[in-house]
């Protein structure tokens, strides 16, 4: 099991992470939405711990617990006084082979489930448009699946089924501990060995092969029309390298790219789109750099003023970039960007949580801690030929358009 | 198990310096040089309360203006200036007040309380920028038509506070928006953005000197103005039940009662009951809809302590056939918990989350400087932490059942509905 450790100081407070390797993108055919039912049934309890009693005994000192599933890593972290980091580990190690899970539990934490997708999804025309826009872009691809899964595909999720996958997944050959905060690396280290070195080695996890989609040639879009929609949007992805597939210097690039275009409110479509041409009231590019082993996202996405439809805006998307190909970008906004992409760094290490999200989901999606120790250096040579490089990825026939439009009453 | 915890100082107010800038700022600074940035918050008190009755969202205009330019900079020019620097300036809204965040390196420490003092005295308040700004406030209202979250928390505030600025949604709506004059944004600027009404929080790598120089620059130019003050006023529409019918497959709940004020001798009582009513996963409420019935997802109340009133509020979501059941089992536990108060044990894991988690919630700059920003806001001294973390041990079975029978009364709700609930 790799073990990174982060030391914060300044208060005597740690917050410890188990990352497992594995999401919704590993859930089998016909069972999406399997790594997150699991996420939630890993709260259900042990021989040793059951239900409810270590977050009884974690909540009894202010201690704080979640978790969270992502297309390719699965995390559990608790934010404790840092006298109870052993406490912690002591039970991640239980819970990692021991988990029983009860028919009647895991039928109702099923309703559960089916709640929580009508608040992302089913009653959020915005969140069905979003999943049936990813599953567009890479439709043989799973992480194009929404990570919650299909509704119907959950109502069929059985105990076994979560059994089966927990006993594939969750290994300590398979995990990853970060432990950010007021401790000791050596003194981690010793207590690492100690706890989780005596849960049994389990193998290797078994290598995963995902179909993968033909490049693109074809441009597509997915338009919902609701009566419940009361304010129009587009939604356009492009598929695009993660950092650890992508060409030296490509994702850098990428993430630049972003900034430029859609950052902040100086960037090239907000001045564009929302203060020159006023076809839109918001704008927005990111690339999900962070969140994939394979092919990564980058969405450009926007809310259309009064009288523009999301298809007018959607050209409109097209013609700023296609203007940008010819006269590249200015100096001194890359200059901007950089340095604004390098303080971020700097900002965010302000807080134990986000470095050691930004640590456990880099280590999770195929970086190493190389990788993460020259970003600032690469982001600061990221050449205007690579931008345009990056520029390219994003031509209209690669990508998915997503139209969310209001229906009138009838 | 249950592990008794005693309250351990915060030593917040030792570490805290109090200082009074050559130009009269007050400000609470924590220096720590362990990262060479500072971070600064600071908040005007009235906020969205100063809003017009007819013009709500005013101070949120107001606040998305405030960089939009400056002085000579138009809009760009000034977020370019921000951005050449690494600064980060952002404004929002409170209930009670328009709160400011400044992150900067502490080598851009100059620059970047010269930007913020430009934008607080000489925000542009330019045509264009005031169409730019409503027009996007205008796109969220429309949005929040439309989804359960905003739409249930509108029509309880509008049906629980209907003659108070609480009752009127801070970001306006289409009504109130198109109304916003720049007059009135002038005329909201010069009453609000005041040093009376004007709190900071600092943390970071800046000594009490060098703070007090740089406040100047940002602040030391605002007129002194008056304090501004919430009218008080307290939650109405008990026993009632607001449904707005949205075409969707869930129905979302917002529900509450009067809260407990700060000042109160129950209130660190009333903080225990609510902690254990809904304040988190181990709650009874949690337990009841969620772990035992698979009724929702979210489930949560809070005690919201607000200057004009204070309200404990809870929040869920259910499919649109299993309201009816959702809200018997809320109301039943209210009941329950108002006629029988808590257990021992219910207590003591309440306090210890209560006395743990106000120290480990403080775990970065911003968040200490918030909650710097937020003591002095709401008018506690540097002690109130550990005054009232002691008062939160001290809380025995019988203050429980005191504070949840005043707390709860007879169990009656006002009850706010965004879906299409079946039966209601």
Redesign the interface.
Known sequence: MQVVVIPD???P?V?HMIWYRNGSTDDPPGKSGLAHFLEHLMFKGTADYPA??F???L??????ENAFTGWDFTAYHQ???NEYLSTCMTYEADRMRNLALDEAVV??????????R??VA????AGLLGEAVAVAAIPAHPAGRPIIGWRHEIEGLTRADALAYYRRFYTPENALLVVA?DAEPEAVHDLAARIYGAVPAAGSTDERRHPQDPPSRVHRQITLTD?????PQLTRLQMVPSPGTAVPGEAEALELLAFLLGG???SILY?RL??EL?CA??VQASYWSAYFRGPARFYIQG?P??GTTPRDLDRSVDAVLADLRESGFEASAI???K??L???A??A?????SLANWYGMALCCGLGLDDLATWEARIEAVTAEALLRALSLLARERGVSGHLIRSEAA | ???H?APTPTALADRVHRLRSPGGIEAWLIE?H????L?MQFGFRGGPTLDAADRAGSARMLADLL?EGAGPMD??AF??AL????I?LSFSIWTDSLRGEL?T?AREAAAAFDLLGLALRAPRLAP?DL??VR??L??DA???????DPVASRSFAARGFPVHPYGRPVGGDLDSLPRISHGDLAALHERMLTRANLRVGVVGAIGPEALGIALDRAFAELPGGAMAATPLTGLQGLGERVVTR?????STIRFGRPGIPRQDPDFAAATVVNQCLGG???SRLFREV?????????MRTGLHVAEGACTLVGMT???NDRVGETLRVIEDELLRLSTDGLGQDEI???K?????????R?????AIAALLLALQLDGCGLDWLDTHNRRIAAVTPEDGRRAAARLLGDGRLLIAIA?DPVGS
Not at chain 1, 349 to 353: A, L, P
């Open positions: 100081r300044r208060s407070i917050t409810g009693r977050s009884a005994l909540a009894s000192v202010g201690g704080e934010r404790v006084p039928a109702t934490e099923r309703e559960v489930i089916l709640e929580e009508s608040m089913d009653a959020n025309p905060g009566a419940t929609v009361s304010e902040d409110e100086t001045t929302v203060v006023a009231t918001r809310i003023a009064p200059a901007r960007a340095t604004q390098v303080a971020s700097l900002y290490r302000d807080s134990q949580v | 198990m249950t592990i915890v720590d362990t990262l060479p940035i971070s960089t809009a760009g977020r370019r951005g050449d620097r690494a980060r992150k390196l264009d169409v730019r027009s996007a205008e796109s429309r949005a929040g038509l439309s989804r359960p949205l075409g969707l497959p869930q988190d996963m181990s969620r772990e035992k019935r698979g009724l929702c997802y979210a979501a259910t499919r003591d894991r309440a210890g989350y209560l006395l743990g988690s106000s120290k480990l403080l775990d970065s700059s911003s879906g």
